[in-house]
């Protein structure tokens, strides 16, 4: 019954940036927290980031000052802005708020040169 719907991915090469959006939508409970996740081919799924409804932030050592989490309370909307992208960083990044959250389709980030 939750909505998410994930944008920003594509390509960019080492050192780029990106910024992914996720709107949610049509949610019977007041969210709580809202994370970002990812997978990469062989590789176990990873969260990235998470931003409490307090907006207090939590991010993955592999990310820590190079990602940024936000929200737009206005807006349904939290954001996650990567700089300093690393061919590592390639994956399917998911958004998923809690409670109430599930996998949806996710948006492809291909970090290459």
């Known amino acids: 019954q939750v909505h998410v719907v994930e944008s920003g991915g594509g390509l960019v090469q080492p050192g780029g940036s990106l910024r992914l959006s996720c709107t949610v939508s049509r949610s019977p409970f007041s969210i709580l927290t809202t994370s970002w996740y990812r997978q990469a081919p062989g590789k176990e799924r990873e969260m990235v980031a998470s931003?409490?409804?307090?907006?207090?932030?939590t991010y993955a050592s592999s990310v820590k000052g190079r990602f940024t989490i936000s929200r737009d309370k206005a807006k349904n909307t939290v954001y996650l802005q990567m700089n300093a992208l690393k061919p590592e960083d390639t994956a399917v990044y998911y958004c998923i708020p809690q409670p109430g959250g599930s996998w949806g389709q996710g948006t492809q980030v291909t970090v290459s040169s």
């Open positions: 931003i409490t409804h307090l907006g207090s932030p």
